[in-house]
């Protein structure tokens, strides 16, 4: 790593400015890397973004005026101890007496101003407040009066909504958002002096838009007619998805603007950034909308959105919107979850840095059971605050990040799907306990790069020339590569290469050919033929002479010399039974590469591994990655090991003055596919923590256990027994300078 500082050095030495480095005569430390601003991304911004831990949003619907009761929300808002409040104002509905002709007043709104009133009630409790208007819809005197500004569909019609059948959509790239709701925004932002406006589906809603204003501005910035295929590797197609999203950009721009000018504190936030990239350039503060979970979905995936964000936000805010309901695409939205789901899905934002924004649809409740459910987990967050104001995430591996991957590679083939690569890799992380982060394509340069010891890229298959170049950089450097599949095989607009854009690292090319799906093919497991040593990536196979193989394989050509502990049995028939003989028991084919480069480490397997674990969930596969993970460490040290059964979410983060280690508990019958019944608690559980190099602890404590205990160390490792956890625990470690 650069300037002699051990990766590892660089990693744990941390401590923001203004926490340990005041006391006199301690060792300079290193700021951490996360708090040095990317290029092009600024740092935390000034004004008032951080200050706000727990979030509260309220929805009203049309009939609230003069049915719901502020007060009430005003008193509950105080119970949560939340220090921000997103308030429905206007768009769809006004909820305050606007003068915006066509901004259509509340039926019932009468000579009130629900609005104005819980505004004010909110900054008499001294919390921020931010207007949320909601542009996507309007009724038909609008459609009548502006027929320009309402969203045409592929055949010509208008469209109505969805939903709503009286409704129509409005277009979001035409001067419905940039003239109309632009005047909307100014009057709130000029008569409430809020802190920011944060626009619910501000983007196209409902499929393409035909209109006129959008076939007149696709052609004046491209030259060509607006495209029919949805096709993303579809020329046309890529510059439509390109130009709507800096059309986005713009609007985004102009909002910002215009709200600036009437309150310099106060920003546009948008409900979902036009690409994760222009958030990474323009957002002071951003949240997920992951509600709760939907389908089949572990409850990491609110976690997973945390790392999407913070891979492009850094240090500054992000925040985490659920809802307490059910989120199906029914969408029964006055509806109530368990507690233990709500709890889990929460923790798993937190665990995850992420901060709780509750959002409740409605001022008037039908089912009041989830309200002291939130007002418990606001009053755990409130309590321990300190230990979840975050300056940065202790991880050793970063998972690559590929939003190009996600829109212009379709798969190799009908059955892959990029998507579950990521999936695959990121349950395998895990199940392997190892705290991990993402990191963005759009910003691999060097100080987020060498945050990292290791860098995976799951079938990151679309990377640019210049992308492939910061990773080959990256390992020169001394970083390791775990990269699978097609990863760097196509450029960054899907298009594919006819080697690998990282064959050399790899040090294997591209043989032209992606087999599968493949029927009953194995993988044959050796230890070296001259030692009769297992490798170490076999950790745990000892027993196994072969595995199953995935699903796809890409066919590949070495370059130089490689171990064989991984090599390919070809498919042979599965049926009739009297045919299920391997017709080749052994090849020479490896499904594993493993080559050592400097002080990194790469390992290229040519295999779907990580989606076949997604799809198969074979512990075999997610033993191999964790071994292949591990191996890939080298010689660094993992910051965390949890030993004791269970499934569960390891992070660990630094604070200014101390450091903790989250435990979320996804031990449960219903991991996949919730809602969660019941908890089941798990431990006792052995934890060891590396305490970075010139520091060192002075108090543990286990915050929902309410416990404390004098730290056990030993070589930098402070050891602790968690007895139980139930959903969460977090152990907290206060840190001092060590003396020299
Ligand atoms: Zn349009």
Known sequence: ?????????????????????????????????SQIPASGTPEVPAGWFDRPMRWVQLTLVENDPGRFDAAFWLDYFRRLHADAATLSAGGIVAYYPTDVPLHHRSTWLGATDPFGELVKGCRAMQMNVVARTDPHAVRDEVRQAHPDWISVNRTGEALRHWANRELWVTCALGPYNFEFMDQVHREIVTRYKVDGIFANRWAPQGGDCYCLHCQKNFKAATGLELPRTSDPRDPGRRQYLEWRTARLIELWKRWDATVQA????????????????????????????????RGLTPPWNNGRRAKELRSVMGRRPIGGIFSVGVEE?????????????????????????MRPWVTKFSGVLYDR???????????????????????????????????????????????????????????????????????HEAFLTPDRLDRFKVVVLADAAALSNAQCEAIRRYVERGGSV?????SSLYDEWGQQRKDFGLADVFGVSFAGRIEGPMQNSYLNLDSDPSTKKHHQVLRGLEDAPRIINGVFRVEVRPTQEFPSPVTLVPSYPDLPME????????????????REVGRGRVAYIPWDIDRTFWEVLSPDHGKLLRNVLTWAMSQEPAPVEVDGRGAMDVTVWRQRNSMTVHLVNLTNPMMMKGPLREIIPIGPLTVRVRVANGLRATKVKLLTAGTSAAPQEAGGVITTTVPTVDVHEVIAIDLEPARR
């Open 482 to 486: 775990v990269a699978t599949f097609a």
């Open 579 to 594: 045919d299920v003989y391997p017709r080749v028991p052994r090849t020479q084919t490896r499904e594993l590469y493993l």
């Open 369 to 439: 059971r989830w309200l002291p459910v939130v007002e418990r987990i606001y009053e755990w967050h409130y309590r321990h605050e300190s230990y979840l104001r975050n300056e940065s995430p202790v991880a050793a591996i970063g998972l690559l990040y590929s939003e190009q991957t996600g829109r212009y590679h379709p798969g190799v083939a009908t059955g892959d799907r990029t998507e579950d690569h990521v999936l695959g890799m990121y349950h395998a992380l895990i199940e392997a306990r190892m705290p991990f982060e993402l990191v």
């Open 1 to 33: 790593m650069p300037n002699e500082i051990s990766r590892r050095d660089f990693l744990y030495v941390t401590a923001g400015a203004g926490g340990l480095l005041g006391a006199a005569g301690t060792p300079a430390l290193e700021l951490d890397a």
């Open 329 to 353: 695409p029914y969408r029964w939205k006055d509806s109530v979850q368990s507690e233990p789901e709500i709890q889990l899905w929460v923790a798993e934002g937190t665990a995850n840095g």
């Open 262 to 293: 009437a309150n310099p504190e106060a920003r546009y936030i948008p409900n979902g950034p036009p690409s994760m990239k222009s958030a990474g350039e323009l957002a002071a503060i951003q949240f997920t909308d992951n509600q709760a979970r």
